[in-house]
C-alpha cells in the first residue's frame, strides 16, 4: 500500500535514526490499533538505516508465545552479528535469564523478574555490537512480548543515551498491556518518542484508491472508508477484492461491485481479531449476534462483565475499524465472526439474549428474531410477543421472519383464541409469498366461525381470499352470518366492513352476489380523500353498476391510488382501481401506476403482489397495441407463484397470452395456454369474461366460426345477467359481429347498439366499435367513418388497433379509387404492425386483420423527393413526422420538448400547406423524416 498521512511520523523516526547514527541513542514506541500500518512503518525505518550503514536485528511478539521466558531477547540476539566466546556468553546469560523467570513469581510486578547480572551482560553485549555500527533494534506487536524480555528492554533504554542504539516498539492499542509498569517506564525515558498512528481519513482512503487505481464500479471512496473505517488492513483486502472482480470482468464473468461476502476481506477480519486482546472477539460476537446498537450496559450483562471492561472492548473494536455506532462496518464482519461460533455456543448467545431483551421491554420483534436463532422451545406465555412480533415483522415487509415466529407460535400451549390469531397472521404472511399455501389456513379460521371462536369483524376478512380461491358460496356464507349476527335487517341497512365486503364480492361474482343499491350513510357521507381504501373501492364499484365508467369513477380510482399504500388488505382495493382505469381506457394511467405499484412490491418482497401487477400490467399493455410487453408481463406473472396460486386471477395472464399468440397467428401456441387448467369458479366472474373473450379470439382465427360466436354470446349474456354490460369491460357486441362478418352472416345493429353504451372515456373501445361498425356499413359510408376511429385511437395510445383501421381505411379508400390515399394509409399501416409484432419471440409478423390490409407499393418516397412536403419548415417536418408515426400530441410534445400548443399550431401550419384535413392524410414520405434531429 502507498504510504498517505504519514509524512509526519516519518520525519520523527528520520530524527531519531540521524541521531542514533550520530551517537546519540533513544527509543522510539510506535502506538496504534492493528492493522494501522505500524509494521510498515518500522520497515521503512530498518530500508532507511540500511541506507544509513546502520545494522538492524528485531523481534516479533506473539500472543501464543507470550509465556515464554527471554523469548523476544532470543530473537534480538539470534539476528546480532556475534562470534566465538561472545556468542556462547549471549546464550549462557538468555538460558540463565529464562530459568531464573521460571523460578521467580510472574504476577509481581514489583520484583525484578530476571537477575540484575543477566541484564547487565545482555545489555553490554549490545552496546559493544553497536560500537562497529549504529544498531536498530526494532520490536514489532511488543504488546505481546514476554515480560522478561521487556525487562531487559527497559534495562537497555535505560543506559543507550550515549550509545549508537535505537529501540522501536510497535504497541497495539486493542491489547491491554500486559505488564502497564513497565510500559509506563519504558514512555518516560529521556530520547524516547511516542507517535501515535490513527487510522486513515476519507481523504486518505481517497489517496490510496487514487493510488491503487482499483475500479471502483458502484463503490466510492466514502462507502469503502465507512465499510473500513479507515483500516488499511480491511481497505486493501476490500481493494484486493475488487481488483479480483475486475480481472473476472475483463474475462467475461458477471459484474461484481463490492464483495459482500469476499474471502480476502473475511480473512482481514480475522486477523484483526486474531491480533487484538482477547476480550475483543466475545464483544464483537455480541454485537455481530444482536445487529443493533445497544447501551454499553446491555453488553456488560449479556457478557457478565463489568462495565468498565466493556467499554475498553469496544472502544478498542471501534479503533480498530470493526464497528461504528454499535453495528459491525461491513456484514462480512457479521458472518465471519459468528461463523466463529460452535453452534452450541451461537444457540446459547441467541438465547440469553432473547431472555434479555424481553426482560428489558424490547420490541417483541427484537426479542423474537433470537429466539428464532436459537432453535429452541420459547418459555411459556411467549404467544402473545410472537404474535406481535409477527405483525411487526410483516409491517417491515419481512414475511421469513414473521412465518418464523408463528412456526414457533404453534409449538407452545396456547388458548384456542391465540391459535386463531396465529391462523390469522399465517394466512397474511403466507398470502404474500403465495396463496396457494395460505388455504388450509383459511379452513381452519372458517371453521373457528363456524363455532363461534372467530368474531364478526375478524370473518369478514376471509371474504377475500374465499374470492381468489374460487369460493363465492362459503364467501356468501360468511357475509350473510356477519349479517344476521350484526341485525342488518335494522332501518341503519348494513355496516360499512359489510357493505365493503359485499360490494367486493359483488364486483369479482356479479352473478353471485348483487351489489348493495344503497350505501350505508357512514359510508356515503365521508369525502374521497378520507374514506378508506374498502369504502372507496366499494363506492367505485357502486357507480360502475349505476353509471359506468364515467369521468367521475375515474376520478375516483385515481383518488383512491393516490391516498392508500400497498399493503395485504389494500390490495383488492388497489386492484379494483387499476381495472377501472383500464376498462375506463386511461391506459397511460393505468400503467403508470403498475408501474409504480410493481416497483414498490418489488421492494417488498411480495411475490403474490408482484403476480397481481404483472397480470394487470399485461392487459394494459395488450389494449395499449404493445404485445411484446403484454406477453412479457404476462408470462413473468406466472413465474412469480405457482399458477394454482393465482386462483381466479389466472384467468387475466392466460387470456392475454391466448389473445397476444393469436394475434400473431401462433395458433399452437395460444391452444397450449387453453390447455392450463382453470378453476371452474373462474368463469363466474369477471375474469371468466376475459378468458371467454380471448378463447373466441382463437376460434375466430381458427376459422370456428361457430365455436367464437358462442363464447361472444356468452359473454353477452353474463354480462346483460349480471347488469355489467360495460363495453370498457368485454366489448362482446363488436367480437361478435367481427365473427359473423366473418362467417358471412350479417352483423345487424350490433356495433351501433355498442357505440350507445360507451361510456365518455372508453375512447379506445369507440374507435374499435366504430371501425367494425364501418365494416358493417356501405362501402362509400365507410372512409368518414373509419377516419373518426383512427382519430380516437390515436388519442388512446392502441397503435395495433391503430394499425388494423388504417389497414381497413385504406382499402376502403383502394375500394373507392382514391389510390394515392390508400397507398399512403396502407404503408402507415404496416409500419404500425410490424412496430408491435416484431418484438414477440419466434412469431411471425403481422396480426391477422379483421378486413386485410391494402395492397401497398413497397417503395419509399424520400422527403427530398417529395414536392409536397419541401414547403415544411423542419419544425413543422418535425411534427408532422412524429404524427404520421400516430404520436399523440402529448407525446409529440415530450419527445421535442414543446408544448402541446405548440404541436396544434405547427399541425395546423402543416394541414394547410398539404390541403389535407387529419392525420390520417400525411403523406408517407414524412416516415423517413424521423430521424431529423430537433
Given at each position: 500500500?502507498?504510504?498517505?498521512e504519514?509524512?509526519?511520523?516519518?520525519?520523527?523516526?528520520?530524527?531519531?535514526?540521524?541521531?542514533c547514527?550520530r551517537?546519540?541513542?533513544g527509543?522510539v514506541?510506535?502506538?496504534?490499533?492493528?492493522?494501522?500500518?505500524?509494521t510498515?512503518?518500522?520497515?521503512?525505518?530498518?530500508?532507511?538505516?540500511?541506507?544509513?550503514?546502520?545494522?538492524h536485528?528485531g523481534a516479533t511478539?506473539s500472543q501464543?508465545?507470550q509465556?515464554?521466558?527471554?523469548?523476544?531477547?532470543?530473537q534480538?540476539?539470534?539476528?546480532?552479528?556475534?562470534?566465538?566466546?561472545?556468542a556462547?556468553?549471549?546464550?549462557?546469560?538468555?538460558?540463565a535469564g529464562?530459568?531464573?523467570?521460571?523460578?521467580?513469581?510472574?504476577?509481581d510486578e514489583?520484583r525484578?523478574?530476571v537477575?540484575?547480572?543477566?541484564?547487565?551482560?545482555?545489555?553490554?553485549?549490545?552496546?559493544a555490537?553497536?560500537q562497529?555500527?549504529?544498531l536498530?533494534?526494532?520490536?514489532?506487536?511488543?504488546?505481546?512480548?514476554?515480560?522478561?524480555?521487556?525487562?531487559?528492554?527497559?534495562y537497555?533504554?535505560?543506559?543507550?543515551?550515549?550509545?549508537?542504539?535505537?529501540v522501536?516498539?510497535?504497541?497495539?492499542?486493542?491489547v491491554r498491556?500486559?505488564?502497564?509498569?513497565?510500559?509506563?517506564?519504558l514512555?518516560s525515558?529521556?530520547?524516547?518518542?511516542?507517535?501515535?498512528?490513527?487510522?486513515?481519513?476519507?481523504?486518505?482512503?481517497a489517496a490510496?484508491?487514487r493510488?491503487?487505481?482499483?475500479?471502483?464500479?458502484?463503490?466510492?471512496?466514502?462507502?469503502?472508508?465507512?465499510?473500513t473505517?479507515g483500516?488499511?488492513?480491511?481497505l486493501?483486502?476490500?481493494?484486493e477484492?475488487?481488483?479480483?472482480?475486475?480481472?473476472?470482468?475483463?474475462a467475461g464473468?458477471?459484474?461484481?461491485?463490492l464483495p459482500a461476502s469476499?474471502?480476502?476481506?473475511?480473512q482481514?477480519v480475522?486477523?484483526?481479531l486474531m491480533?487484538?486482546?482477547?476480550?475483543?472477539?466475545?464483544?464483537?460476537?455480541?454485537?455481530?449476534?444482536?445487529?443493533?446498537a445497544?447501551?454499553?450496559?446491555f453488553?456488560?450483562?449479556?457478557?457478565?462483565w463489568?462495565?468498565?471492561?466493556t467499554?475498553?472492548?469496544?472502544?478498542?473494536?471501534?479503533?480498530?475499524?470493526?464497528?461504528?455506532?454499535g453495528?459491525l462496518?461491513?456484514?462480512?464482519?457479521?458472518?465471519?465472526?459468528?461463523?466463529?461460533?460452535?453452534p452450541?455456543?451461537r444457540?446459547a448467545?441467541?438465547?440469553?439474549?432473547a431472555?434479555?431483551?424481553?426482560?428489558?421491554?424490547?420490541?417483541?420483534?427484537?426479542?423474537?428474531?433470537?429466539?428464532?436463532?436459537?432453535?429452541?422451545?420459547?418459555?411459556?406465555?411467549?404467544?402473545?410477543?410472537?404474535?406481535?412480533?409477527?405483525?411487526?415483522?410483516?409491517a417491515?415487509d419481512?414475511?421469513?421472519?414473521a412465518?418464523d415466529?408463528?412456526?414457533?407460535?404453534?409449538?407452545?400451549?396456547?388458548?384456542?383464541?391465540?391459535?386463531?390469531?396465529?391462523d390469522a397472521l399465517?394466512?397474511r404472511?403466507?398470502?404474500?409469498?403465495?396463496?396457494?399455501?395460505?388455504?388450509?389456513h383459511v379452513?381452519?379460521l372458517?371453521d373457528?366461525?363456524?363455532s363461534?371462536?372467530?368474531p364478526?369483524?375478524?370473518?369478514?376478512?376471509?371474504?377475500?381470499?374465499l374470492?381468489w380461491y374460487?369460493r363465492?358460496?362459503?364467501?356468501?356464507?360468511?357475509?350473510?352470518?356477519?349479517?344476521?349476527?350484526?341485525?342488518?335487517?335494522?332501518?341503519?341497512?348494513?355496516?360499512?366492513?359489510?357493505?365493503?365486503a359485499?360490494m367486493?364480492?359483488?364486483?369479482w361474482?356479479p352473478?353471485?352476489?348483487?351489489?348493495?343499491?344503497e350505501?350505508?350513510?357512514?359510508?356515503?357521507?365521508?369525502?374521497?380523500?378520507?374514506?378508506?381504501?374498502?369504502?372507496?373501492?366499494?363506492?367505485?364499484?357502486?357507480?360502475?353498476?349505476t353509471?359506468?365508467?364515467?369521468?367521475?369513477?375515474v376520478?375516483?380510482?385515481?383518488?383512491?391510488?393516490?391516498?392508500?399504500?400497498?399493503?395485504?388488505?389494500?390490495?383488492?382495493?388497489?386492484?379494483?382501481?387499476?381495472?377501472?382505469?383500464l376498462?375506463?381506457?386511461?391506459?397511460?394511467?393505468?400503467?403508470?401506476?403498475c408501474?409504480?405499484?410493481?416497483?414498490?412490491?418489488?421492494?417488498?418482497?411480495?411475490?403474490?403482489?408482484?403476480a397481481?401487477?404483472?397480470?394487470?400490467?399485461?392487459m394494459?399493455?395488450?389494449?395499449?397495441?404493445?404485445l411484446?410487453?403484454?406477453?412479457?408481463?404476462?408470462?413473468?406473472c406466472?413465474?412469480?407463484i405457482?399458477?394454482r396460486?393465482?386462483?381466479?386471477?389466472?384467468g387475466?395472464?392466460?387470456?392475454?397470452l391466448?389473445?397476444?399468440?393469436?394475434r400473431?397467428?401462433?395458433?399452437?401456441?395460444?391452444l397450449?395456454?387453453?390447455n392450463?387448467?382453470?378453476?371452474?369458479a373462474?368463469?363466474?366472474?369477471?375474469v371468466?369474461?376475459h378468458?371467454?373473450?380471448?378463447?373466441?379470439?382463437?376460434?375466430?382465427?381458427?376459422?370456428?366460426?361457430?365455436?367464437a360466436?358462442?363464447?361472444?354470446?356468452?359473454?353477452g349474456?353474463?354480462?346483460?345477467r349480471w347488469?355489467?354490460?360495460l363495453?370498457?369491460?368485454?366489448?362482446?357486441?363488436?367480437?361478435?359481429?367481427?365473427?359473423?362478418?366473418?362467417?358471412?352472416?350479417?352483423?345487424?345493429?350490433l356495433?351501433?347498439d355498442?357505440?350507445?353504451r360507451?361510456?365518455t372515456?372508453?375512447?379506445?373501445?369507440?374507435?374499435i366499435?366504430?371501425?367494425v361498425l364501418?365494416?358493417?356499413s356501405e362501402?362509400?359510408s365507410?372512409p368518414?367513418i373509419?377516419?373518426?376511429a383512427?382519430?380516437l385511437l390515436?388519442?388512446?395510445?392502441?397503435?395495433l388497433?391503430?394499425?388494423?383501421t388504417?389497414a381497413?381505411l385504406?382499402h376502403?379508400q383502394?375500394?373507392?379509387?382514391?389510390y394515392?390515399?390508400?397507398?399512403v394509409?396502407?404503408?402507415?399501416?404496416?409500419?404500425?404492425t410490424g412496430?408491435?409484432?416484431?418484438?414477440l419471440?419466434?412469431?411471425?409478423?403481422?396480426?391477422?386483420?379483421?378486413?386485410?390490409?391494402?395492397?401497398?407499393?413497397?417503395g419509399?418516397v424520400?422527403?427530398?423527393?417529395?414536392p409536397?412536403?419541401?414547403?415544411l419548415?423542419?419544425?413543422?417536418?418535425?411534427?408532422?413526422?412524429l404524427?404520421?408515426?400516430?404520436?399523440?400530441n402529448?407525446?409529440?410534445?415530450r419527445?421535442?420538448?414543446?408544448?402541446?400548443?405548440t404541436?396544434?399550431?405547427?399541425?395546423?401550419?402543416?394541414?394547410?400547406?398539404?390541403?389535407?384535413?387529419s392525420r390520417?392524410?400525411?403523406p408517407t414520405?414524412l416516415?423517413?423524416?424521423?430521424g431529423?434531429?430537433?
Amino acid at each position: 500500500m502507498v504510504r498517505v498521512e504519514w509524512d509526519a511520523e516519518l520525519a520523527v523516526l528520520r530524527a531519531s535514526l540521524a541521531a542514533c547514527v550520530r551517537g546519540t541513542g533513544g527509543s522510539v514506541v510506535i502506538r496504534g490499533p492493528v492493522g494501522v500500518g505500524k509494521t510498515e512503518l518500522l520497515r521503512s525505518l530498518v530500508r532507511e538505516a540500511a541506507v544509513a550503514g546502520g545494522a538492524h536485528v528485531g523481534a516479533t511478539g506473539s500472543q501464543a508465545e507470550q509465556t515464554n521466558p527471554m523469548g523476544a531477547m532470543t530473537q534480538i540476539f539470534a539476528g546480532l552479528d556475534l562470534r566465538g566466546e561472545e556468542a556462547a556468553r549471549a546464550q549462557r546469560l538468555l538460558e540463565a535469564g529464562a530459568l531464573t523467570s521460571m523460578l521467580q513469581d510472574s504476577d509481581d510486578e514489583s520484583r525484578a523478574q530476571v537477575d540484575v547480572a543477566v541484564l547487565h551482560g545482555l545489555t553490554g553485549i549490545i552496546l559493544a555490537a553497536a560500537q562497529r555500527a549504529p544498531l536498530l533494534i526494532g520490536v514489532d506487536d511488543a504488546h505481546f512480548v514476554d515480560a522478561d524480555s521487556l525487562e531487559c528492554l527497559r534495562y537497555l533504554v535505560r543506559r543507550i543515551d550515549h550509545a549508537p542504539v535505537l529501540v522501536v516498539l510497535n504497541d497495539n492499542t486493542t491489547v491491554r498491556p500486559a505488564r502497564p509498569m513497565i510500559w509506563a517506564e519504558l514512555l518516560s525515558q529521556p530520547h524516547r518518542q511516542l507517535i501515535r498512528l490513527n487510522m486513515l481519513s476519507p481523504v486518505g482512503v481517497a489517496a490510496v484508491l487514487r493510488a491503487e487505481a482499483v475500479d471502483l464500479r458502484d463503490n466510492t471512496p466514502a462507502s469503502l472508508y465507512e465499510a473500513t473505517g479507515g483500516s488499511p488492513l480491511l481497505l486493501m483486502a476490500l481493494v484486493e477484492e475488487l481488483r479480483a472482480a475486475q480481472v473476472r470482468r475483463q474475462a467475461g464473468h458477471p459484474e461484481t461491485s463490492l464483495p459482500a461476502s469476499g474471502h480476502v476481506f473475511g480473512q482481514a477480519v480475522l486477523n484483526c481479531l486474531m491480533r487484538s486482546d482477547p476480550s475483543l472477539l466475545p464483544v464483537v460476537r455480541a454485537v455481530a449476534a444482536l445487529d443493533e446498537a445497544v447501551p454499553v450496559a446491555f453488553l456488560a450483562e449479556l457478557l457478565d462483565w463489568t462495565t468498565s471492561a466493556t467499554e475498553w472492548a469496544v472502544k478498542a473494536a471501534t479503533e480498530a475499524g470493526l464497528i461504528a455506532d454499535g453495528h459491525l462496518r461491513h456484514r462480512r464482519s457479521r458472518d465471519v465472526v459468528l461463523e466463529l461460533m460452535e453452534p452450541r455456543e451461537r444457540v446459547a448467545l441467541h438465547a440469553r439474549l432473547a431472555g434479555l431483551l424481553d426482560r428489558a421491554g424490547a420490541a417483541p420483534v427484537r426479542v423474537a428474531r433470537h429466539w428464532v436463532a436459537a432453535r429452541r422451545p420459547t418459555p411459556p406465555g411467549s404467544v402473545p410477543v410472537l404474535l406481535k412480533a409477527a405483525e411487526q415483522a410483516l409491517a417491515q415487509d419481512d414475511s421469513g421472519l414473521a412465518l418464523d415466529c408463528l412456526r414457533l407460535a404453534t409449538r407452545v400451549k396456547a388458548e384456542p383464541c391465540s391459535r386463531v390469531g396465529i391462523d390469522a397472521l399465517l394466512v397474511r404472511a403466507k398470502w404474500r409469498l403465495d396463496p396457494v399455501f395460505a388455504e388450509h389456513h383459511v379452513d381452519r379460521l372458517l371453521d373457528a366461525f363456524r363455532s363461534g371462536q372467530l368474531p364478526s369483524e375478524d370473518a369478514l376478512r376471509l371474504v377475500a381470499p374465499l374470492e381468489w380461491y374460487g369460493r363465492p358460496a362459503e364467501a356468501e356464507a360468511v357475509l350473510t352470518r356477519v349479517e344476521a349476527s350484526a341485525g342488518s335487517g335494522s332501518p341503519g341497512g348494513p355496516s360499512v366492513p359489510l357493505y365493503n365486503a359485499r360490494m367486493a364480492l359483488a364486483y369479482w361474482y356479479p352473478g353471485v352476489v348483487e351489489p348493495v343499491k344503497e350505501p350505508p350513510a357512514a359510508s356515503s357521507a365521508r369525502s374521497v380523500t378520507a374514506a378508506e381504501p374498502k369504502s372507496l373501492a366499494a363506492g367505485i364499484v357502486h357507480t360502475v353498476y349505476t353509471s359506468g365508467y364515467t369521468d367521475t369513477v375515474v376520478a375516483d380510482a385515481k383518488a383512491l391510488l393516490h391516498s392508500c399504500r400497498l399493503e395485504d388488505h389494500t390490495l383488492y382495493p388497489i386492484m379494483i382501481a387499476l381495472e377501472t382505469l383500464l376498462f375506463a381506457d386511461c391506459l397511460d394511467a393505468a400503467a403508470s401506476w403498475c408501474d409504480r405499484l410493481l416497483d414498490e412490491a418489488r421492494r417488498r418482497s411480495a411475490p403474490a403482489w408482484r403476480a397481481v401487477l404483472y397480470g394487470l400490467r399485461a392487459m394494459v399493455s395488450y389494449r395499449q397495441g404493445d404485445l411484446a410487453a403484454a406477453e412479457r408481463c404476462a408470462r413473468t406473472c406466472l413465474r412469480q407463484i405457482l399458477p394454482r396460486g393465482l386462483g381466479i386471477l389466472i384467468g387475466i395472464p392466460l387470456s392475454v397470452l391466448i389473445m397476444t399468440a393469436t394475434r400473431a397467428g401462433e395458433n399452437e401456441q395460444a391452444l397450449s395456454h387453453l390447455n392450463m387448467a382453470v378453476p371452474d369458479a373462474m368463469f363466474q366472474t369477471t375474469v371468466g369474461l376475459h378468458y371467454r373473450r380471448a378463447r373466441g379470439h382463437y376460434y375466430l382465427a381458427c376459422g370456428r366460426h361457430e365455436a367464437a360466436m358462442e363464447d361472444f354470446e356468452a359473454c353477452g349474456d353474463l354480462m346483460r345477467r349480471w347488469g355489467s354490460d360495460l363495453p370498457g369491460l368485454v366489448p362482446w357486441r363488436t367480437d361478435l359481429a367481427a365473427a359473423r362478418l366473418a362467417g358471412g352472416l350479417s352483423a345487424g345493429t350490433l356495433a351501433a347498439d355498442q357505440t350507445a353504451r360507451l361510456g365518455t372515456q372508453n375512447a379506445r373501445t369507440r374507435g374499435i366499435t366504430l371501425r367494425v361498425l364501418a365494416a358493417s356499413s356501405e362501402l362509400r359510408s365507410r372512409p368518414p367513418i373509419l377516419r373518426e376511429a383512427v382519430d380516437l385511437l390515436q388519442a388512446s395510445g392502441d397503435r395495433l388497433e391503430l394499425a388494423e383501421t388504417l389497414a381497413a381505411l385504406s382499402h376502403a379508400q383502394h375500394a373507392l379509387g382514391e389510390y394515392s390515399h390508400a397507398q399512403v394509409i396502407g404503408r402507415r399501416a404496416e409500419q404500425f404492425t410490424g412496430q408491435m409484432m416484431v418484438a414477440l419471440p419466434g412469431q411471425r409478423q403481422g396480426p391477422p386483420s379483421e378486413t386485410g390490409p391494402a395492397d401497398v407499393s413497397p417503395g419509399e418516397v424520400s422527403p427530398a423527393d417529395d414536392p409536397a412536403i419541401v414547403d415544411l419548415s423542419d419544425a413543422e417536418r418535425r411534427v408532422a413526422s412524429l404524427a404520421a408515426q400516430g404520436c399523440t400530441n402529448r407525446e409529440i410534445s415530450r419527445k421535442l420538448f414543446v408544448t402541446v400548443s405548440t404541436v396544434e399550431q405547427h399541425l395546423t401550419r402543416v394541414y394547410r400547406k398539404l390541403r389535407i384535413n387529419s392525420r390520417s392524410d400525411l403523406p408517407t414520405s414524412l416516415l423517413s423524416c424521423a430521424g431529423t434531429p430537433p
